[in-house]
Structure formats: structure tokens, C-alpha cells
């Protein structure tokens, strides 16, 4: 897992789903994993990808405030605002001091 992390934040995005896709199936059903390979499937605009895999984290978790936030990546890829801005509501209201959501629902509501 750390590797994935690692690779993520090495901006090796690739790497990181490859490796993160090759994990053990005990890992299978990992918020954070799930959550990353959709911020990776969003960075190589692989949208449909992202969604499902931080919706996957969603059922997995309800309340993982930063998937329904990174959701909104994806969204805004896809030029879906409208759903975007539903994806901060859904942070926020599972997180209410997040500010980074904040800060993305102002962007999303501007542009």
C-alpha cells in the first residue's frame, strides 16, 4: 500500500494503478486504495474509471468525505458541474470543517 502512496504522490500515476490493481485481495476492499486509483484514473482522464473506483470507496464507507470530494474531478472532467457541486454537499455534510471541498465547490460554482 505504501508503494501505491508513494507512486501517487510521485505523480507516477500509471504506476501507481498498476501496482495498485496487482494488490492482494485482502486489499480489495480498501477506502484508501480505492480512493487513490480513482484520483489516478482522474489524472490520466479516465473518468468513468475514477468515478467507479471512489464510488466503490463510497459503499465502502459512506461518510469518506475525500472520495465525494475527488468525485467532483472526475465530474468536472466530464463537464457535469451540476453533479460535482452535489459531490461537495456530500463531503461537507459528512465533513464540515473540510476545507478543501470548500475551496473546490467555489471553483465548480465559478467556472
Not at 484514473?41 to 463510497?58: E, P, V
Not at 472532467?77 to 471541498?101: M, N, T, Y
Request: glycine content about 4%; charged content about 20%; aromatic content about 10%.
Amino acid at each position: 500500500m505504501e508503494l501505491v502512496v508513494s507512486l501517487y504522490h510521485q505523480g507516477r500515476l500509471q504506476q501507481a494503478l498498476t501496482n495498485a490493481n496487482k494488490m492482494p485481495k485482502k486489499f480489495s476492499h480498501s477506502t484508501t486504495l480505492r480512493n487513490i486509483a480513482g484520483v489516478c484514473y482522474t489524472g490520466l482522464m479516465q473518468y468513468d474509471k475514477a468515478l467507479n473506483s471512489c464510488k466503490y470507496a463510497l459503499k465502502i464507507r459512506p461518510d469518506y468525505a475525500e472520495a465525494h470530494n475527488n468525485i467532483w474531478i472526475a465530474l468536472k472532467g466530464k463537464k457535469q458541474l451540476g453533479l460535482a457541486i452535489e459531490s461537495f454537499k456530500q463531503a461537507i455534510k459528512v465533513k464540515p470543517d473540510f476545507a478543501e471541498a470548500y475551496n473546490n465547490m467555489a471553483i465548480a460554482i465559478n467556472d
